[in-house]
């Protein structure tokens, strides 16, 4: 599996932004997929999964905020991102659990 991201991007506090994770491969359907953060001088951290069924879970530090979601005739997952604050900010990973494949990142920053 091959991941990438889209959607980078500078952010005023309480605006939004929607990342995207296109991914390839034909096991993309059966796949749970996930999207991680890393802010600066912080551990990488779980943000939220989607099930191969549509099913979906969120960090508590996001629930309310962000709404994941894939679209299975583009291959590619969805992290829409709401009332953004500023400890948001971090680079945001795409992960495929199945392979265990990791996209190189998008940088997000909300700032004023």
């Known amino acids: 599996a091959h991941l990438v991201e889209s959607g980078r991007g500078l952010v005023q506090p309480g605006g939004s932004l929607r990342l995207s994770c296109a991914a390839s491969g034909s096991r993309f359907r059966f796949t749970l997929m996930g999207w991680y953060r890393q802010a600066p001088g912080r551990e990488r951290e779980w943000v939220a999964n989607v099930r191969s069924e549509g099913s979906t879970s969120y960090a508590d530090s996001v629930k309310g905020r962000f709404t994941v979601s894939r679209d299975y005739a583009k291959n590619t997952v969805y992290l829409q991102m709401n009332s953004l604050k500023p400890e948001d900010t971090a680079v945001y990973y795409c992960?495929?659990?199945?392979?265990?494949?990791w996209g190189k990142g998008t940088l997000v920053t909300v700032s004023s």
């Open positions: 992960h495929d659990y199945a392979t265990a494949t």
